[in-house]
Structures are given as structure tokens and as C-alpha cells.
């Protein structure tokens, strides 16, 4: 016999991916050590979330405005940013980081307007695989200086792209390549 209805189960969910408040946000990023630090970028809230396993943070991510008014040839109205992406074991980032690109970003996109979502990845400290393997595409290169906040050196950094249409996910990557070769 077949049924339409889900077994009766008492338990509470096992994993879920919702809302946070920036003060989780900080508390995570650091304790998890992230590289970069707390987000407390002044004039805006980021947009955060949390994935809990068993009721506990094990993953946050957030999303910001773009640090500078064109980043890899996107303006503020074209993309905002994936700021931080961080978990408590490295195997959580990856399943956080496809959470927030299958149920965040088409909301963010809608609610902002922006067509593209891009985050940043050490070219010295990471691979890239974090976002090549969620079918991001590399959009530039680009090398901060010091940072007028907190004096921090700057870094090497991969500038890396997120567009809900494949064709111009493609197209990209593409004119990233002629743009390396030409360099």
C-alpha cells in the first residue's frame, strides 16, 4: 500500500539554513578564525545566514554591497557581494556555499536588482575549488592594498562570479581568458 503522507516524526530537523543576526555572524567568524575577520563594514547590515546542524552553527555566509563601485567590470547595480563564507569544519563551506546560491541568491537577486553575486578567493591561502566545483566562474584578478581600517596588508585575490544564466556565466569566463592571455 502506498501513501501521499511524509512518516510522523517527533524529531526536530537535523539541518536547516536560515536568517542570522550580524552579532552570530561575528561570534562565528571568530571563533572559526576567518581569515579576514568579523564583517562590520560601516553604513550597512550585511545580509547573513546560518546553517545549523543539530540545533548548532557549523556554517555562516553573508552578502554585502560591493566594497568598491566596480568590481571585475560589475557596478553596484549589476552585482553585490558574497563577503564571507565560513564553517566550523571545511566540509560545511561547500554545502553552505550551495545553500546560499540555490535559496538565497535568486531572492537577493529579485530584492537588489543585481544580476550577479561575486566573492572573493586568496589566490596564496585557497584553491578555488570552493567555487569552481559550485559552477562559479573566475572573473578577474585583482590585488588590494593595505586596508585603511585596519592597516592589514593587501592581498592576491581571485574574483569569482555568479550568474543564474549559464550562457553568461560562459561568456564570461570566456573574456576572463582572453583577458589573461592578452596580459
Known amino acids: 500500500m502506498t501513501t501521499d ?3 510522523l516524526s517527533l524529531l526536530p530537523p537535523l539541518a536547516s539554513f536560515d536568517a542570522i543576526g550580524l552579532d552570530d555572524l561575528n561570534r562565528c567568524l571568530t571563533a572559526w578564525e576567518h581569515k579576514m575577520g568579523p564583517l562590520n563594514r560601516p553604513g550597512q547590515e550585511p545580509w547573513a545566514w546560518g546553517l545549523r546542524h543539530d540545533g548548532r552553527l557549523v556554517a555562516v555566509t553573508a552578502a554585502s554591497r560591493l566594497p568598491a563601485e566596480r568590481v571585475a567590470g560589475l557596478s553596484r547595480a549589476d552585482a553585490f557581494e558574497l563577503s564571507r563564507v565560513c564553517a566550523a569544519e571545511a566540509d560545511w563551506c561547500r554545502v553552505a556555499l550551495r545553500l546560499w546560491r540555490q535559496a538565497v541568491f535568486p531572492a537577493l537577486s529579485a530584492a537588489t536588482g543585481c544580476a550577479w553575486a561575486i566573492s572573493y578567493q586568496d589566490a596564496v591561502l585557497h584553491t578555488g575549488n570552493l567555487y569552481r566545483h559550485d559552477g562559479w ?11 585603511r581600517r585596519s ?12 550568474h543564474a544564466d549559464p550562457a553568461i556565466r560562459a561568456a564570461a569566463a570566456a573574456r576572463q581568458k582572453e583577458t589573461s592571455r592578452a596580459a
Open 5 to 7: 503522507t511524509a512518516p
Open 137 to 147: 566562474t573566475r572573473l578577474a584578478y585583482s590585488h588590494s592594498g593595505t586596508d
Open 151 to 162: 592597516g592589514r596588508p593587501g592581498r592576491d585575490k581571485w574574483v569569482w562570479g555568479w
